[in-house]
């Protein structure tokens, strides 16, 4: 199995509401990461996860916020966010680094709008 | 200086042709490099990792130039289906670094 699923596929909100993305891996990969795509853009990293424990945030502000609530499962938090925010939210796993190949899988993502 | 440059095409190519492009990534200590190729509203999907001894899946040809911080990709007798955006990744620990995207598109 070689699949990252992500849900919702798409999502609509407004600037007050608390939504969260869902990112689910069953290859037994220890890292997990998401990103941030804008059109016409390559994707951006927002925060990487290595044996369930945050280990890069890139500068994400705190209405961004990740759990890792096992090595299968990881979700982004969403609060107060900006039309801005809009994006392809992409969550993608790997092997730790130092454990052979390390290419990374990404999901289909998740269509962000905030309206 | 961006750390993934890459050659942003469009490249414009009729079915049947050998397309080729480049990248280059100013780390020298980068560890692993791959190709993704991503369509329109996709995901990346992982095409091929490079090897400093250049690798060949199918159609499909990657080279590393670790002297010259360079990596290619060469696709012979393009599909219709080769038409994407093809994504130069350099892979640090666990960042990944992305070129913009070389934009290929294979007509019929």
């Known amino acids: 199995d070689t699949e990252v699923t992500q849900t919702p596929k798409h999502l609509v909100m407004g600037m007050t509401n608390k939504k969260s993305l869902k990112c689910e891996q069953h290859m037994g990969h220890r890292a997990m990461y998401w990103y941030k795509q804008k059109a016409k853009k390559p994707p951006e990293l927002m925060f990487v996860y290595s044996y369930e424990k945050l280990s890069i945030n890139e500068s994400v502000p705190s209405r961004f916020s990740p759990e890792c609530p096992n090595s299968s499962l990881l979700n982004l938090h969403l609060h107060a966010l900006q039309p801005e925010d809009s994006a392809l939210y992409l969550c993608a796993s790997s092997r730790p680094a130092g454990t052979g190949d390390n290419e990374q899988f990404f999901g289909p993502g998740t269509r962000l709008t905030v309206l | 200086r961006k750390e993934v440059e890459q050659d942003p095409g469009p490249f414009n190519v009729p079915e049947g042709a050998t397309v080729a492009f480049n990248c280059t990534y100013s780390n020298s200590a980068s560890q692993s490099f791959f190709w993704y190729r991503q369509d329109c509203r996709k995901e990346p999907k992982l095409l091929m990792s490079?090897?400093?001894s250049g690798n060949e899946d199918g159609r499909f040809t990657a080279q590393l130039n670790r002297a010259s911080q360079y990596i290619s990709l060469l696709i012979r007798d393009s599909k219709l289906s080769d038409s994407a955006t093809y994504l130069c990744v350099v892979n640090d620990d666990y960042k990944l670094s992305f070129g913009a995207g070389t934009t290929v598109t294979v007509r019929a």
């Open positions: 490079v090897y400093s």
